[in-house]
């Protein structure tokens, strides 16, 4: 009958289901870990730069067996990892992350295997892979943030370029509203200048402005409440409030299509802002006529700040090849890997006709040599200058301390500055209740 | 129809048991009908059509945005000015745009495979596990019936984050102990298992779910068939399903769909590409082509990825979604 | 028809003998023969599991403890103690509710009447039921462009279909009175689950009883109330319970919206189930958040508990034992 022969068809379908999952899972059994193998986390197959990085690296690694499973590093799967004791040999995490994971001893100090390279990296950076005075490991990329002017709107505003600075905060007040845009029915659609303040580089970046740090050197004492913090937060809402307002500020930035070929420099949605390094590549590739100036954001004293974010190696305890993990980490961001990778993309760059902004990353032997010896003119002028004001900047680049409580401070920070632009606390009450939370979770973490 | 005129409307209490209706009746359905007057009938249409548009907008984006070149993903226009195939082709290196299928170490064509039968395998048994437990809710009288379909309730309470770690340590138990007895083929960490297997013990949900169809099927059904001297299997396999078949039909669409888009498990149990599902997958060439880490930002990729990943469960649902009306006999009372 | 003499019975076995008795059936085995697979599956994979977090719960299981460096202690009611202390704890729990009220019951109204609307749809039932369900099959990336689409304080159309009739929107994404509410309603909007089973109870009612009211003269509201209602309430139950459940663990949505990348997160958006997971994953605070998950199974059963107290009343089921 049709009934039964329908349901033998069900049957085998599934006995065939489930013999391809015996099958596909078959595969997966061999797992070896024997010396002479290295596993690493977070540093999957990626862009150019990363797979030809890696190639290098396992070239001067000859004879081991590196695995690179795909993925970034996820919090999640690093820690199922640990609890089943299956721990990788070497992890690339992003910086902030190193501090709470050294806090909680999960991680090896490195410190006889990076003292011979140390010279090479940068300061600010290697300071954030450094807990407790042991060194966890080395940095890799840096992102520093550098202002983007759109000349256009300047123009379109008739003001002069000298205008877009951060020294004169007066100044700067005026100059954002000159170029703020509003239409007949009151909606934003220019915003003057961005202060970025609800980023995960403004507040930091504007307490230095004022002189202050966020959190102690040895990151053990929260400085959230300091009158220069207070000082920032105010300056920065009552800019954003001279602007249209947090509400319309926001909704009108949500439209905006940042990483594509109408990009806010194109359409012309905003005046100035500083911003991280990565978008440059971006601009430069969707719109490369655009015309744009970077420069410095200065403390009161034209002194360029800059911060730095990105990401780190690092040996957790439990790592079954600490040697093999040290040599792979220090190879793959050597000053011979940025270069090999960075003269790759740049020919692929110049035969396709794109073009090249350079790398940033957090060995400073390599930027210099790979502006010098690598980085052409595209024939766009303005992309040309960008690129060395960004090698300059990174000279002045800072980052937070690692600190035990790193990430619950950086949350109570984001909350404050919410509760403030959304109006419901002042930026007193705000922070002072930051301060409590972040100081909390540092000694709760020590 | 009324009999002696003394026909009321059903009251929230329970009534007596009434004959069973006969094969002409049953086959009688309720069928949706138009209004007969056209105010009526365009207001309907209206409704109807305004909806259509609002629920279809995110949808349409993102078939709009999969065929858009990069840079032009985001542009929220309605049609793409500039019509991109970026499903396949052949492979040019970075940093030209990308093309879904021809990225280099990442086997897209095999990871939807993978979504394919995990997910039919895993809605195949907990329809008819869960089913079988509904059943045994729904009909039979047992000692401890309220407390276990309690703890049902009750297992839908805890979010799961929280029980993540344990399981993932379970699996991970089971795992060494099949690579010490390799006689057992390897079920553990890393492997496809326990993105399958759990869905062999049913699920609170439709269990929950089936238990209530099952219980609105009058037990005069069940009695007959048992003095007819069936046992309780096929009386379960022969009455019970069909009849619940709505229900069936819906646990299987949901399971489908919850096992396609799940992208918890298999990313903290799966560590080798071959073994990936779907979305882990488009999660993968999003991190790899984030323009934040360093990519070009290839997100054309990641929308024709999603729109893959979307289409196949919209079809799967309009193919099935009649089957709803088709499969329902009537139930109850007799008129 | 009834006595009024008391019935004179020799007292029967008590009632825990009968109880008792119960398991001799052959019906008790073969029920639990039927839900073995599930008492199975309930032991080793999920009632384990939970116990185990609720062991976590009154010790200090966080980082080191998962990685194995420090040894799990019992603190006995410490986390507990801070769940009373953290504000945020009584801010999240508020949000919560507050955008479970407004989800669950304008789901469950919203998903009916699509539901009943679809019934009306003649031969075009079929497209419109899938147009009306994809919504719910919608990925979370296209989701977020919706949030924006509508709800953007300046270019939304809601606001801007809300000018054309003189209201001013509100700026549904940043004011914090009005996030919880755009959150409702993009989750309303995705009602094609609740919408599907409500329509599979609502072609389960049998014509004969809408025919035989039609020819007693009741009006159509009276059909709606006394046939349509009770006949689909058992749908109605699981959906309230089911919904209730999940609002009280709302996540995806809200982090979607507010928490992804580039997100403000705003505290108005700062959901139990949201405040748990960054507990567990991002301060690895584990015993914390699993006093967080048994706090929230409390409420959650508590909740049930009073939903099914109140559902003994309406719910309507044809057959079977109760």
């Given at each position: 009958m049709e009934?039964q022969?329908?349901r033998l068809?069900?049957?085998?379908?599934l006995?065939a289901v489930?013999a391809?999952?015996i099958?596909?899972s078959?595969?997966?059994r061999t797992d070896?870990?024997y010396a002479?193998?290295?596993n690493i986390?977070g540093y999957?197959p990626g862009d150019?730069?990363?797979?030809?990085?890696?190639?290098?690296?396992?070239?001067?690694?000859?004879?081991v067996d590196?695995?690179?499973?795909?993925?970034d590093?996820?919090?999640k799967?690093?820690?199922?990892?640990?609890?089943s004791g299956?721990?990788?040999?070497?992890?690339r995490?992003?910086r902030?992350r190193?501090?709470q994971?050294?806090?909680?001893?999960?991680?090896q100090?490195?410190?006889?295997?990076?003292?011979?390279v140390?010279k090479?990296?940068?300061v600010?950076?290697m300071?954030?892979?450094?807990y407790k005075?042991?060194v966890?490991?080395v940095?890799?990329?840096?992102?520093?943030?550098?202002?983007?002017?759109?000349?256009?709107a300047?123009?379109?505003?008739?003001?002069p370029?000298?205008?877009?600075q951060?020294?004169?905060?007066?100044a700067l007040t005026a100059?954002?509203k000159?170029?703020?845009?509003?239409d007949s029915?009151g909606?934003v659609?220019r915003?003057g200048f961005?202060p970025?303040i609800d980023s995960?580089?403004?507040?930091?970046?504007?307490v230095?402005?004022f002189?202050a740090?966020?959190i102690?050197k040895n990151?053990l004492?929260?400085?959230?409440?300091?009158?220069?913090?207070?000082?920032a937060l105010?300056y920065?809402s009552?800019?954003?409030?001279?602007?249209g307002?947090w509400?319309k500020?926001?909704a009108?930035r949500?439209?905006?299509?940042?990483f594509g070929r109408q990009?806010p420099?194109?359409?012309?949605?905003?005046?100035f802002?500083?911003?991280?390094?990565?978008?440059?590549?971006q601009?430069?590739?969707n719109s490369p006529?655009v015309?744009l100036v970077?420069?410095?954001?200065?403390?009161?004293?034209g002194?360029?700040?800059t911060?730095?974010s990105?990401n780190g190696w690092?040996?957790?305890?439990?790592s079954k090849n600490?040697?093999?993990a040290?040599?792979?980490?220090?190879?793959?961001?050597?000053v011979q890997?940025?270069l090999?990778?960075?003269?790759k993309r740049?020919?692929a760059?110049?035969?396709?006709?794109?073009?090249?902004?350079?790398?940033?990353?957090?060995?400073?032997q390599?930027?210099?040599?790979?502006?010098?010896?690598i980085?052409?003119?595209?024939?766009?002028?303005q992309?040309d200058?960008?690129?060395?004001t960004l090698?300059?900047?990174a000279?002045?680049?800072f980052?937070?301390p690692?600190s035990?409580?790193?990430?619950?401070?950086?949350?109570?920070?984001?909350d404050?500055v919410?509760?403030v632009l959304?109006?419901?606390?002042?930026?007193k009450?705000?922070?002072?209740q930051?301060?409590?939370?972040?100081q909390?979770?540092i000694?709760?973490?020590? | 129809?009324?009999?002696?005129?003394?026909?009321t409307?059903p009251t929230v209490?329970?009534?007596a048991?009434?004959p069973?209706?006969?094969?002409?009746?049953?086959r009688r359905?309720?069928?949706?009908r138009?209004?007969?007057s056209w105010p009526?009938?365009?207001v309907?249409?209206?409704?109807?059509?305004?909806?259509?548009i609002?629920?279809l907008y995110?949808?349409e984006?993102?078939a709009a945005?999969?065929?858009?070149?990069?840079?032009?993903?985001f542009?929220n226009?309605?049609?793409?000015h500039?019509?991109?195939?970026n499903f396949s082709?052949?492979?040019v290196?970075?940093?030209?745009?990308?093309?879904?299928f021809?990225?280099?170490?990442?086997?897209?064509?095999?990871?939807?495979?993978?979504?394919?039968?995990?997910?039919?395998?895993?809605?195949?048994?907990?329809?008819?596990t869960s089913?079988?437990?509904?059943?045994a809710?729904a009909?039979?009288?047992?000692p401890?019936?309220?407390f276990?379909?309690g703890?049902?309730?009750?297992t839908?309470?805890?979010?799961?984050?929280v029980t993540?770690?344990?399981?993932?340590?379970l699996?991970?138990?089971?795992?060494?102990?099949t690579?010490?007895?390799?006689?057992?083929p390897?079920i553990?960490?890393?492997?496809?298992y326990?993105l399958?297997?759990?869905n062999a013990?049913?699920s609170?949900?439709y269990?929950?779910l089936q238990?209530?169809?099952f219980?609105?099927i009058?037990r005069?059904?069940?009695?007959?068939a048992?003095?007819d001297?069936?046992?309780?299997f096929s009386?379960?396999r022969?009455?019970?399903l069909?009849?619940?078949k709505?229900?069936l039909?819906v646990?299987?669409?949901?399971?489908?769909?919850a096992?396609?888009f799940d992208?918890?498990?298999?990313l903290i149990y799966l560590?080798?590409?071959?073994?990936?599902?779907?979305?882990?997958?488009m999660?993968?060439?999003?991190d790899?082509f984030?323009?934040v880490?360093?990519?070009e930002?290839d997100?054309?990729?990641i929308?024709?990825?999603?729109?893959?990943?979307?289409l196949p469960m919209?079809?799967?649902?309009?193919?099935f979604q009649?089957?709803?009306?088709?499969g329902?006999?009537v139930?109850?009372?007799?008129? | 028809?009834?006595?009024?003499?008391v019935?004179k019975?020799?007292?029967?076995?008590?009632?825990?003998?009968r109880?008792?008795s119960?398991f001799?059936?052959?019906?008790t085995w073969?029920?639990?023969?039927?839900?073995?697979?599930?008492?199975?599956?309930l032991v080793v994979l999920?009632v384990?599991?939970m116990?185990?977090?609720?062991?976590?719960?009154?010790?200090?299981?966080?980082?080191?403890q998962?990685?194995?460096?420090e040894p799990?202690?019992?603190?006995g009611?410490?986390?507990?103690?801070?769940?009373?202390?953290?504000?945020?704890?009584?801010?999240?729990?508020k949000n919560t509710?507050t955008?479970t009220?407004?989800?669950?019951?304008?789901?469950i109204v919203?998903?009916?009447?699509?539901a009943?609307?679809l019934?009306r749809?003649?031969?075009?039932?079929g497209?419109?039921?899938?147009?009306?369900?994809?919504?719910h099959?919608?990925?979370?990336?296209?989701?977020?462009?919706?949030?924006?689409?509508?709800?953007?304080?300046?270019v939304?159309?809601v606001?801007?279909?809300?000018?054309?009739?003189?209201?001013?929107?509100?700026?549904?994404?940043?004011?914090?009175h009005?996030i919880?509410?755009s959150?409702?309603?993009m989750?309303?909007?995705?009602c094609?689950?609740?919408?599907?089973?409500?329509?599979?109870a609502l072609?389960?009612?049998p014509?004969?009883?809408?025919?035989?009211?039609?020819?007693?003269?009741a009006?159509a509201?009276?059909?709606f109330?006394d046939i349509?209602l009770?006949?689909?309430?058992?749908?109605?139950?699981?959906?309230?319970i089911?919904?209730?459940?999940?609002?009280?663990?709302?996540?995806?949505?809200?982090y979607t919206?507010?928490y992804?990348?580039g997100?403000?997160?705003?505290?108005?958006?700062l959901?139990?189930?949201?405040y748990?997971f960054r507990q567990?994953?991002?301060?690895?605070?584990m015993g914390?958040?699993s006093a967080m998950?048994?706090?929230l199974?409390?409420?959650?059963?508590?909740v049930t508990l009073?939903?099914i107290?109140?559902s003994r009343?309406?719910v309507?089921?044809?057959?079977s034992?109760?």
């Amino acid at each position: 009958m049709e009934g039964q022969r329908k349901r033998l068809a069900v049957v085998l379908a599934l006995v065939a289901v489930v013999a391809a999952a015996i099958a596909g899972s078959a595969i997966a059994r061999t797992d070896g870990t024997y010396a002479g193998t290295l596993n690493i986390y977070g540093y999957g197959p990626g862009d150019d730069v990363q797979n030809n990085r890696a190639a290098y690296a396992a070239d001067q690694l000859n004879g081991v067996d590196v695995k690179r499973p795909a993925g970034d590093f996820d919090d999640k799967v690093f820690l199922t990892r640990l609890a089943s004791g299956d721990v990788p040999d070497l992890v690339r995490m992003t910086r902030p992350r190193v501090a709470q994971y050294a806090a909680k001893g999960v991680l090896q100090a490195m410190d006889a295997c990076v003292a011979p390279v140390k010279k090479q990296y940068r300061v600010g950076a290697m300071r954030s892979m450094t807990y407790k005075g042991h060194v966890y490991g080395v940095p890799e990329f840096t992102n520093q943030v550098t202002m983007i002017v759109n000349q256009s709107a300047f123009r379109d505003a008739g003001v002069p370029i000298s205008a877009a600075q951060t020294k004169n905060l007066k100044a700067l007040t005026a100059t954002a509203k000159k170029l703020t845009k509003m239409d007949s029915s009151g909606n934003v659609t220019r915003i003057g200048f961005d202060p970025k303040i609800d980023s995960g580089f403004g507040f930091y970046m504007w307490v230095k402005w004022f002189g202050a740090d966020v959190i102690s050197k040895n990151g053990l004492q929260a400085r959230l409440n300091s009158p220069q913090a207070i000082q920032a937060l105010t300056y920065t809402s009552n800019l954003i409030k001279a602007q249209g307002g947090w509400n319309k500020f926001k909704a009108f930035r949500d439209t905006w299509d940042f990483f594509g070929r109408q990009n806010p420099l194109v359409k012309d949605q905003v005046g100035f802002w500083p911003m991280e390094s990565f978008i440059y590549n971006q601009f430069s590739n969707n719109s490369p006529n655009v015309d744009l100036v970077a420069k410095f954001f200065t403390n009161r004293k034209g002194g360029p700040i800059t911060m730095f974010s990105g990401n780190g190696w690092v040996v957790p305890k439990g790592s079954k090849n600490k040697d093999d993990a040290c040599r792979y980490m220090k190879a793959v961001t050597s000053v011979q890997a940025w270069l090999t990778a960075a003269k790759k993309r740049f020919d692929a760059r110049r035969a396709s006709g794109a073009t090249f902004t350079g790398l940033y990353t957090a060995n400073a032997q390599a930027d210099q040599r790979i502006y010098n010896d690598i980085y052409q003119s595209f024939g766009h002028p303005q992309f040309d200058k960008a690129v060395q004001t960004l090698v300059h900047a990174a000279k002045y680049g800072f980052e937070l301390p690692p600190s035990p409580g790193g990430q619950q401070l950086q949350q109570s920070v984001t909350d404050a500055v919410n509760r403030v632009l959304a109006g419901q606390q002042s930026p007193k009450q705000a922070l002072n209740q930051a301060q409590r939370e972040a100081q909390k979770a540092i000694n709760d973490n020590k | 129809m009324t009999r002696g005129g003394q026909e009321t409307l059903p009251t929230v209490t329970a009534g007596a048991a009434q004959p069973l209706p006969t094969v002409t009746e049953a086959r009688r359905r309720w069928r949706p009908r138009l209004p007969s007057s056209w105010p009526r009938k365009l207001v309907i249409v209206l409704l109807l059509v305004g909806l259509s548009i609002l629920f279809l907008y995110p949808f349409e984006w993102l078939a709009a945005a999969a065929f858009k070149p990069r840079g032009e993903t985001f542009d929220n226009t309605f049609l793409p000015h500039n019509w991109t195939w970026n499903f396949s082709g052949k492979y040019v290196p970075s940093p030209a745009p990308q093309k879904l299928f021809a990225i280099p170490d990442a086997a897209v064509g095999h990871w939807m495979w993978n979504s394919v039968w995990i997910s039919c395998l895993g809605a195949a048994l907990t329809t008819f596990t869960s089913a079988m437990v509904a059943f045994a809710f729904a009909y039979f009288r047992f000692p401890l019936r309220n407390f276990f379909f309690g703890v049902l309730l009750a297992t839908m309470m805890l979010p799961g984050e929280v029980t993540m770690i344990p399981v993932y340590l379970l699996w991970n138990e089971v795992g060494k102990f099949t690579m010490d007895h390799s006689v057992l083929p390897h079920i553990g960490t890393n492997t496809q298992y326990p993105l399958w297997v759990p869905n062999a013990f049913g699920s609170a949900f439709y269990i929950f779910l089936q238990r209530q169809f099952f219980m609105g099927i009058p037990r005069d059904y069940f009695e007959a068939a048992r003095m007819d001297g069936d046992s309780y299997f096929s009386m379960f396999r022969r009455i019970a399903l069909p009849l619940a078949k709505p229900a069936l039909i819906v646990t299987f669409i949901f399971e489908i769909q919850a096992k396609w888009f799940d992208l918890l498990t298999p990313l903290i149990y799966l560590r080798d590409q071959t073994l990936f599902t779907a979305p882990l997958g488009m999660k993968i060439l999003f991190d790899r082509f984030n323009n934040v880490g360093g990519g070009e930002g290839d997100f054309q990729v990641i929308m024709a990825g999603t729109l893959l990943l979307v289409l196949p469960m919209v079809i799967l649902f309009g193919a099935f979604q009649k089957y709803f009306i088709r499969g329902i006999a009537v139930q109850g009372r007799k008129g | 028809m009834t006595s009024v003499a008391v019935n004179k019975v020799a007292p029967g076995p008590s009632r825990a003998r009968r109880w008792l008795s119960g398991f001799r059936e052959r019906e008790t085995w073969v029920a639990y023969l039927f839900i073995f697979p599930w008492i199975f599956g309930l032991v080793v994979l999920t009632v384990g599991p939970m116990l185990f977090s609720l062991y976590y719960s009154f010790t200090n299981y966080g980082l080191q403890q998962i990685a194995g460096i420090e040894p799990t202690k019992g603190v006995g009611f410490k986390n507990y103690n801070a769940l009373l202390d953290d504000p945020k704890i009584t801010s999240s729990l508020k949000n919560t509710f507050t955008y479970t009220v407004m989800m669950v019951p304008g789901k469950i109204v919203f998903a009916l009447l699509l539901a009943m609307l679809l019934m009306r749809a003649g031969r075009a039932a079929g497209a419109f039921r899938t147009i009306f369900y994809v919504p719910h099959i919608t990925p979370p990336v296209a989701i977020g462009v919706m949030l924006i689409f509508l709800f953007n304080g300046q270019v939304g159309i809601v606001n801007r279909g809300l000018g054309l009739i003189g209201i001013q929107g509100p700026y549904w994404t940043t004011d914090p009175h009005w996030i919880k509410v755009s959150i409702v309603l993009m989750d309303i909007w995705a009602c094609g689950g609740t919408m599907v089973i409500l329509l599979a109870a609502l072609y389960g009612v049998p014509q004969h009883l809408y025919e035989a009211a039609a020819m007693d003269g009741a009006p159509a509201w009276r059909r709606f109330k006394d046939i349509t209602l009770p006949m689909i309430s058992p749908a109605l139950f699981f959906c309230f319970i089911i919904l209730t459940l999940a609002g009280l663990q709302q996540f995806t949505q809200a982090y979607t919206a507010f928490y992804g990348a580039g997100g403000t997160q705003p505290e108005a958006a700062l959901f139990y189930s949201i405040y748990l997971f960054r507990q567990a994953f991002e301060f690895f605070n584990m015993g914390f958040a699993s006093a967080m998950a048994w706090l929230l199974f409390a409420i959650s059963m508590v909740v049930t508990l009073v939903n099914i107290g109140v559902s003994r009343r309406f719910v309507f089921y044809q057959g079977s034992a109760r």
